[in-house]
């Protein structure tokens, strides 16, 4: 059986020259890769009590839905701001150029409910931090948040170190 790392398919000097883009739809797009990458994710969560799985646009659903159904848990959306029909609370953080906004519905998280946070990858950390401020301005509490793939060199644990933070792979680059 490959490992995880195998189905990942590395682009160098993408979006710009130096950067090596880790392309996820190589992973879901193999059946073999994509149930590997959901089972070492649910990995990540054993022995954790938890009641919600909360997860960012885009890639966030794509791996915290099956994580959600396999456990017999919600799931939430994390998504974009203005993409929600229903009232919503929001949180802004900064991008590398510019900042952006996410939002969640307010009744997505009930108060004491245990949220585990899911997202294809850490980079800087700031989307996880902005979704953990969402979670807690709800009442709930992040118990956990997880990645299949963790960019080392940029730091993102760092920024998110008040909380349980664990990926599948860690590259030590950026």
Excluded: W
Excluded at 20 to 29: E, L, M, P
Excluded at 55 to 82: C, D, M, Q, W
């Amino acid at each position: 059986m490959k490992k995880i790392e195998e189905y990942v398919t590395s682009i160098p000097d993408f979006p710009e020259p130096g950067i090596i883009f880790r392309d996820i739809t190589s992973v879901i797009g193999d059946p073999d890769g994509l149930k590997l990458a959901i089972d070492s994710l649910d990995d990540l969560l054993e022995g954790v009590d938890y009641d919600v799985v909360a997860g960012a646009e885009s890639r966030g659903f794509i791996f915290g839905t099956p994580l959600a159904y396999k456990n017999g848990k919600g799931f939430a959306l994390v998504r974009k701001k203005g993409k929600l029909p229903r009232e919503t609370i929001e949180a802004s953080y900064d991008l590398e150029y510019g900042s952006a906004t996410i939002e969640m519905h307010k009744d997505a998280i009930k108060p004491g409910q245990k949220v585990v946070l899911v997202d294809d990858l850490i980079a800087t950390g700031g989307t996880m931090e902005a979704a953990a401020r969402l979670v807690e301005e709800l009442g709930g509490k992040v118990v956990k948040i997880i990645f299949l793939i963790e960019l080392a060199g940029l730091k993102g644990r760092e920024r998110l170190a008040k909380y349980d933070v664990a990926s599948v792979i860690c590259y030590d680059g950026k």
